[in-house]
């Protein structure tokens, strides 16, 4: 019986092409927390899908402006770990047949060197107008303030650049996304629980144009039963181990 390692390295090896589908499990070793682990300290009594939405903005902007800046603070604290170094290689291995989608709004990919990027959720680092659309540059008084500074523009709120639950995803990304997984001859999904769509349709519409899914997690979860190979495990570790196994002399 091949180890699954084998098994992913192989589907590898015989790849023309790749795409990568990444979301907050990858970042997790960076200590940039999940959105389903427990929320930390004062954000345990409230519910990410309410923080993260327009009726939570606007039902309370200075609760969830503080919420994104202290996030904003976590993910410029944090380092890429082996894991995004492990994605970048991957992206030097593969060239112009590689792409990177991700759920995550962190940098971590572009700060391990991901190139060909795509973020389906948006940037916690980029800020606008919720109501004109204006770009909002973010300054240190705005950091520390209790709640979102006024758009120059028309005086509005200005929000972080992230896609909110009950919003439209960038409808580009998303179509470049679902082109990529359905032509790739390989998935390979890290660090995701598949429970936000429709980015967790991405794996299945895979596997729908007999592509194969390689699934990187820890846990077993619904695109680790779906995937041709589960590899159980951190990202930080087995896409380490994954690439080493691909390099080595077959
Ligand atoms: C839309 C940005 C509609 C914000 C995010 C019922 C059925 C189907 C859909 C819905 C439904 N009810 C509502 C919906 C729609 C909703 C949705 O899917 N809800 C879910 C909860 C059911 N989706 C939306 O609202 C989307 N928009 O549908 O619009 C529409 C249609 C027409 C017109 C107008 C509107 C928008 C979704 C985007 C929301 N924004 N992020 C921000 O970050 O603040 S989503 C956010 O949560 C993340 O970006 C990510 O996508 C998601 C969390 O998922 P994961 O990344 O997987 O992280 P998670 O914590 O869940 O899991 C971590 C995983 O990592 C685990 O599996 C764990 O085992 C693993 N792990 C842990 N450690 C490691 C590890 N893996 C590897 N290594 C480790 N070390
Ligand atoms: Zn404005």
């Known amino acids: 019986m091949e180890q699954p390692l084998d098994e992913a390295a192989r589907l590898l090896r ?28 004062f954000w345990a009594r409230f519910d990410p899908e309410t923080l993260a939405s327009p009726r939570g903005f606007d039902a309370d902007p200075g609760l969830v402006w503080r ?21 970048a290689r991957l992206e030097a291995r593969f060239g112009e047949e590689f792409l990177l989608i991700t759920q995550n709004v962190d940098d ?47 005086g509005d709120l200005v929000r972080p650049g992230v896609v909110w639950f ?44 007999s592509r194969s899914v390689i699934d990187v997690n820890p846990e077993r979860g619904p695109i680790s039963a779906a995937a041709t190979v589960h590899l159980q495990g951190r990202s930080g570790e087995a896409l380490p181990q994954l690439l080493a196994r691909l390099e080595a002399p077959a």
């Open 108 to 154: 971590l990919h572009e700060r391990a060197g991901s190139r060909r990027v795509v973020h389906l959720h948006g940037s916690i680092a980029r800020y606008l107008c919720r109501r004109c659309g204006a770009p909002h540059v973010l300054t240190p008084t705005d950091r520390e303030a209790p709640h979102p500074p006024p758009c120059a523009a028309c």
């Open 166 to 209: 009950g919003e439209m995803l960038p409808v580009e990304a998303l179509q470049r996304a679902d082109a990529w997984v359905r032509a790739a001859d390989v998935t390979l999904v890290a660090g995701t629980s598949g429970a936000v769509y429709p980015a967790a349709d991405l794996p299945y519409a895979a596997l729908g144009a």
């Open 67 to 87: 919420w994104y800046m202290e996030r904003l603070r976590g993910v410029e604290r944090a380092e890429p770990n082996p894991g995004h170094r492990a994605i």
């Open 14 to 41: 015989g790849a023309g092409s790749l795409a990568i589908l990444t979301g907050a499990g990858v970042s997790a070793e960076s200590g940039v927390p999940t959105f389903r682990d427990a929320q930390t300290g």
